[in-house]
């Protein structure tokens, strides 16, 4: 690290998830870069090893849950250190909802700034009176940045292998997996919230609504792939279980199979770029996301469940509510185009609840983070402590071995031994960065990003 007085303290972004987080934190991380404003990626867990490390001017949290979070929060403001909160889910409709949302875990934390999606969330963060001190930016949804030249250029739309029609099916049963689990559980899940926000005080029909939902999908593949004229890619959100899809697809003729593709690792964006029709189960993110691309959308509706099915919606995409249907509908969808009417309530919708994606929430994330940093006064690094350096040491050391912080090299062990007890510290581990990872995407970044200018306007 510099130590140049006049260069701007580095900034650190904690990663919890790298296929949802991953991408975007690295575009940040690039848009400083182009300020002047180093920025290092770790994994959630190393939030107190970097404060040694990289004696940064700010840390970046996407959430601040747990009284050792809230704690550090307000060690890292004695030391001269600004806290930032990435609220990466941002869409809530339900007023009840977000206003939970917004004060379910920050109320001891000390946060300098919150960024959200759209006024709502930052109305909510005020109304629960989360981070009075805070400043709250609205961005608008970063990752959305992807979807826009020059960021498209990092997440391509995937090459064709047929010259058939294709059709991305984004499923969303992220809750169906509770109706398979012991009811302690779901219990334990939404407790809190289901004795605070009517919307979930009947959680338990949701669950079984999504489980219900989850076993139709087979029969909307069946249909798809009996048409003879689709080329299918079918994506699970990332908390769902693939197996019962891989045996649907299994269960398909030869001649069908070979055109149905079940793809859970494939960036999001990429897959919208590249088909020429989505379809979406109840809403879900990604319908936004399809229209963003200007790709015409489908969205297929079971029991309308209050706590599934959003209102705000709906109208707003071609639905469908039988897989026999579905086929017809694509065609008629496709050929039909968007009336300017629908465009424009599509526009209203993105611009209040993802404040009108343009491709510039990540420049608006780093010149906020820049601005801020150019304010503080530096950090007080005397009130290091043994601890401090000790937790730097071992990030430093593991990350020469490819390892991130939390790592264990007894976990496969005990996981092979204990299976229950150590499955979620395997998922937790499998889905955190490395530093091989972190540095193969900032060359990538850098090499497919040479030569971008970052004109006003542009």
Not at 269 to 288: A, H, K
Request: positive net charge; proline residues 5%; aromatic residues 10%.
């Amino acid at each position: 690290m510099s130590t140049d007085s006049n260069r701007l303290e580095p900034v650190v972004f904690l990663v919890d998830d790298k296929r949802r987080d991953l991408d975007i934190a690295m575009l940040i991380a690039w848009q400083l870069k182009q300020q002047g404003v180093d920025c290092y990626l770790e994994p959630l867990e190393a939030f107190r090893a970097v404060l040694a490390e990289y004696r940064p001017g700010m840390i970046v949290f996407n959430h601040m849950q747990g009284s050792h979070m809230t704690a550090w929060s307000r060690r890292l403001a004695d030391i001269g250190v600004l806290t930032a909160v990435h609220l990466n889910e941002g869409i809530l409709y339900n007023e009840e909802h977000r206003r939970f949302m917004a004060g379910k875990h920050h109320s001891d934390a000390h946060i300098d700034f919150y960024f959200t999606w759209n006024e709502a969330h930052k109305d909510a963060l005020r109304k629960e009176k989360v981070g009075q001190s805070s400043e709250i930016i609205v961005t608008g949804v970063p990752r959305f940045d992807f979807y826009f030249e020059p960021w498209s250029r990092l997440t391509p739309a995937l090459p064709k292998t047929s010259d058939r029609t294709r059709v991305l099916l984004c499923t969303n049963f992220q809750l169906a997996k509770f109706a398979e689990m012991p009811k302690e559980f779901g219990e334990r899940a939404f407790g809190s919230i289901a004795s605070r926000v009517p919307l979930y005080q009947n959680v338990w029909d949701a669950i079984r609504s999504q489980a219900k939902s989850q076993k139709a999908i087979p029969e909307y593949l069946r249909a798809l792939a009996a048409a003879g004229k689709y080329e299918i890619i079918l994506r699970p959100h990332p908390r769902e279980q693939l197996d019962a899809y891989r045996n649907a697809i299994e269960e398909l003729p030869a001649d069908q199979r070979q055109f149905v593709t079940l793809d859970g690792e494939s960036n999001i964006t990429s897959l919208i770029l590249g088909c020429d029709i989505q379809i979406s189960c109840e809403t879900c993110t990604t319908t936004l996301e399809g229209w963003i691309a200007r790709k015409p959308t489908i969205e297929l509706i079971f029991d309308r469940n209050p706590l599934l099915y959003r209102v705000e919606q709906a109208g707003l995409n071609t639905e469908c509510e039988s897989p026999a249907a579905l086929p017809v509908l694509i065609e008629r969808t496709l050929t039909a185009g968007v009336p300017e009417a629908l465009k424009a309530k599509r526009h209203a919708h993105l611009a209040m609840w993802c404040s009108d994606p343009k491709g510039d929430s990540s420049r608006k994330f780093a010149d906020a983070i820049a601005g801020a940093l150019k304010k503080k006064r530096r950090g007080d690094w005397s009130k290091l402590d043994a601890s401090d350096r000790r937790r730097a040491m071992k990030l430093s050391n593991y990350r020469r071995f490819n390892h991130g912080y939390q790592y264990d090299p007894l976990l496969a062990l005990k996981c092979r031994l204990f299976p229950k007890r150590y499955r979620a510290k395997v998922a937790a581990y499998e889905k955190s960065i490395r530093p091989k990872e972190v540095n193969a995407l900032r060359r990538e970044f850098d090499v497919m990003l040479d030569g971008v200018k970052l004109a006003e306007g542009e």
